[in-house]
């Protein structure tokens, strides 16, 4: 590796590269650039593995400000295509023709769906933190505490005492904007100055908060600078952050983490790397390296290290455990719970609430924000707000804009009257989008196919995972406050959808708990530090880690969970412990 601006140079895939490193990390998204930075930091000679394309900082952003009319398609996929290449990838908001290059070819990187589920998968380094949403939650003390305290799933080996001054670490280097609110459900962080709401969002939130004395609405927490940050400006509301970021005021690996870990010296990045299994010493009891088969030449290559930090997501990163078995681990690597690949489970979502209003006609706004607002966790907290239905909570996101030309599909009118009505704005629309917690269950899993393999030889990964009873009788709480909540604003022409068929697991791209973490070790893969029972210099801080869902966006308790790891990690190392 070498560095330029701050910006990683990749290493060409015909020169050799030394196969012996202090640290590997496996996978370069939201986890594994946060390992990567904090192991070069801390003077770890790291290799970090992506099976996806180069990708670069600024020079990959080759779509980033492109005008409709310079789409070849105006921005949008033909439907043969997305059917053919892309037909789970295309059910994503954000894919469109600006866009699919960054996401894989379901064609080219097949999975079997015993039942639905919607497995979104990047294409390029940087993994799925250039394509998140941006939305940044702290996990609160009750959400590490709910497990233990109504008997579902097992209990959480630690608690927000243990995450908080990681929070605190992350969120300075990330950068995220965002209001105190001194709400025990949802701690508040080291924010950067909060965004503007548009004059809606705050009627709604003045007629929510007065007519529901247990509900709160405020801008969303977003990994989206409103200030410089070390060096990087702050958002410009262009409104093309799926597209890349160039300022790299939206936080991505690519841009941020990745930059930071090159500047130090320390890194090496091989992309197209299909990272086969981890290798597994039985008189050490250690893992020594990876096999990695290069996904252009198909050529095998061994890498060694001392320790390992799994970052592949929650699906990728058990597949390569499962993948690596051995006389000591014959049913996957640091699997003697059995438990690998269990407990699948990711937000349930596809509750959609929509309302018009024809006041505040005289308002409108600049640019686009790259933020919307969030009505926290408001149910089961204890007293009034406790359901005899459903254990855990649901919250909210949502938006509001005012119609444009578009609506002209739907309004009646032709020739000059009908450009005259669209000359000017129209109505105000408002929109909440519920998500809810999913509990965790036995049933819920992967595993790999005993037959069908992909093109580089590795067994499929079968997905298998449903929503229980828990989910469905929240989902129908979740449906009536959204309505009464748009109610107490005023809105007109209200409705209220459950589009739960079209929402499988995995579409809210939070997969999590296929390895998660515990206290025993006869029921879980990973110790309070993230390192497996199993295998003491092997550690998973990607979704799979996660003992149960919560309902906040989980990519800052990713990233929180993967620093403190890093430090535990090399202390122990230090000490002669790993």
């Not at 990187?109 to 250039?130: C, F, M, T």
């Not at 979704?543 to 993967?562: D, E, F, H, K, W």
Request: charged share 20%; with cysteine; glycine share 8%.
């Amino acid at each position: 590796m070498s560095k330029e601006r701050g910006l990683i140079k990749k290493t060409p895939m015909n020169v050799h590269v030394k196969n012996e490193f202090d640290a590997i990390v496996i996978g370069s998204g939201m986890s594994g650039g946060m390992a990567a930075k904090e192991l070069c930091e801390k003077g770890l000679k790291t290799l970090v593995l992506d099976r996806g394309l180069p990708f670069e900082h600024q020079t990959s952003f080759v779509t980033e400000h492109k005008k409709p009319f310079e789409l070849p398609r105006h921005g949008m996929v033909p439907k043969e295509e997305a059917q053919k290449d892309y037909a789970t990838q295309s059910k994503v908001y954000l894919f469109d023709e600006a866009t699919k290059h960054l996401f894989v070819k379901d064609s080219q990187q097949p999975y079997i769906q015993e039942k639905p589920y919607d497995w979104i998968r990047a294409n390029q380094v940087g993994g799925r933190s250039l394509m998140w949403a941006r939305q940044t939650y702290r996990w609160s003390p009750m959400d590490f505490e709910s497990n233990l305290k109504d008997g579902h799933g097992i209990d959480w080996p630690i608690r927000y005492a243990d995450i908080a001054p990681w929070y605190d670490h992350v969120e300075q280097f990330v950068g995220v904007s965002g209001r105190p609110e001194g709400l025990p459900q949802l701690p508040d962080g080291k924010f950067l100055a909060p965004m503007e709401m548009t004059s809606v969002e705050k009627h709604l939130k003045a007629s929510i908060e007065a007519s529901f004395s247990d509900r709160k609405l405020t801008i969303g927490r977003c990994a989206v600078l409103t200030e410089e940050l070390n060096g990087r400006a702050p958002c410009h509301y262009c409104g093309q952050c799926e597209r890349g970021c160039s300022t790299a005021s939206y936080f991505s690996a690519v841009s941020v983490s990745l930059p930071a870990a090159a500047a130090t010296g320390n890194l090496t990045l091989r992309p197209n790397s299909i990272v086969h299994s981890v290798l597994f010493d039985p008189e050490t009891r250690k893992a020594t390296g990876v096999e990695v088969i290069d996904s252009i030449t198909k050529e095998t290559q061994t890498y060694h290290g001392k320790l390992i930090f799994m970052c592949a997501s929650t699906l990728g990163t058990t597949q390569i455990l499962l993948n690596s078995t051995s006389n000591a681990f014959p049913n996957g690597l640091a699997n003697s719970s059995g438990v690998l690949g269990r407990y699948l489970s990711d937000h349930h979502m596809g509750i959609t609430a929509t309302g018009f209003t024809d006041d505040f006609n005289d308002r409108f706004y600049a640019g686009s924000r790259p933020n919307g607002i969030y009505i926290p966790r408001f149910r089961n907290l204890g007293g009034s707000s406790n359901r005899s239905d459903y254990v855990r909570g649901f919250a909210y996101q949502g938006s509001s804009w005012r119609l444009g030309p578009e609506r002209g599909a739907e309004i009646q009118g032709i020739g000059a009257d009908l450009k005259q009505q669209l000359r000017d704005p129209g109505p105000w629309e408002m929109q909440l989008w519920g998500f809810g917690e999913t509990l965790p269950h036995f049933d819920n899993h992967c595993r790999l196919s005993p037959t069908e393999v992909d093109q580089w030889g590795i067994p499929q990964l079968i997905v298998s995972a449903e929503w229980g009873k828990n989910e469905l009788a929240m989902r129908l709480d979740a449906v009536a406050c959204a309505e009464e909540m748009m109610q107490a604003a005023g809105f007109r022409d209200i409705s209220v959808v459950d589009e739960i068929e079209d929402n499988p697991q995995g579409l809210a791209i939070h997969e999590m708990g296929t390895a998660r973490m515990g206290r025993d070790p006869k029921s879980s893969v990973l110790n309070g530090f993230n390192q497996a029972h199993d295998v003491r210099n092997l550690f998973i801080t990607d979704g799979a880690c996660m003992t149960s869902t919560a309902v906040q966006n989980p990519s800052i308790t990713y990233m929180a969970l993967t620093a403190r790891a890093v430090d535990y990690a090399i202390r122990e190392h230090q000490a002669g412990n790993i």
